[in-house]
């Protein structure tokens, strides 16, 4: 399968790099860019993305709510954004991933990184790096939000199982970690998260780990027993 790529930032040399990385793949295809986040949604539903590289600061419409409007687009259901971002511990990069956003990644990173993260998001899987992640997340979601976020649906409708699984996910833990803790296949970690996935309504890992801190079911400061 071909990953369809759209590169969104508005520095044509930044967009010039990426490109020329990810055109060395022979399974990803840069289909095209944009400089806005205006133009991202609209490349994105025009030529059937499957990954925005979405830069956060662009001038109109920024990335955060290219990211959002994607995110709730039934049409867009499954572009994946992976955010592109200067500074790893910008608290806008949480805004991001509450808006829909599948993972992130510093501009700093390496070709490897890069196409490695690609093909990661467009699989579904998004969570890139599960103890980065969780270590961005634990920084800044703890902080009030700046606008009023709704409690997650769902919640009350996830099995004890799915719900430990929801607090170990939010913790970093991959699925091998995961089945060898609770002492179950990796088939039967992936059916569960599946399930936890479709009743919170959410996209994939990355947002499960931003529902179980938004709602409290895991707090910053939280330990693993």
Do not use: C, W
């Amino acid at each position: 399968m071909t990953v369809r790529v759209v590169l969104a930032d508005d520095q044509e040399l930044i967009r010039a790099g990426f490109r020329m990385f990810l055109l060395t793949e022979p399974d990803i295809e840069v289909v095209g860019e944009a400089s806005t986040g205006r133009e991202a949604v609209e490349q994105a539903r025009k030529l059937r993305a499957d990954v925005v590289l979405m830069d956060l600061r662009m001038p109109g419409m920024d990335g955060i709510e290219a990211t959002r409007v994607i995110a709730g687009s039934e049409d867009l259901r499954n572009v994946r954004v992976l955010v592109l971002t200067t500074f790893e511990s910008d608290e806008n990069v949480v805004f991001a991933l509450r808006a829909g956003a599948s993972g992130f990644l510093g501009k700093h990173v390496s070709p490897a990184q890069l196409t490695h993260a690609v093909r990661v998001v467009a699989t579904g899987d998004a969570l890139l790096s599960p103890r980065a992640t969780r270590g961005l997340i634990t920084q800044f979601l703890g902080q009030p939000a700046s606008a009023e976020l709704p409690a997650a649906p769902g919640l009350d409708e996830l099995t004890t199982r799915e719900r430990e699984i929801l607090v170990l996910v939010a913790h970093g833990l991959s699925n091998d970690e995961l089945a060898a803790r609770l002492q179950l296949s990796p088939f039967t970690v992936k059916t569960h998260i599946s399930r936890t996935l479709t009743k919170l309504g959410a996209r994939d890992r990355t947002q499960l780990v931003v529902i179980a801190y938004q709602s409290g079911v895991v707090r910053p400061h939280d330990h693993l027993l």
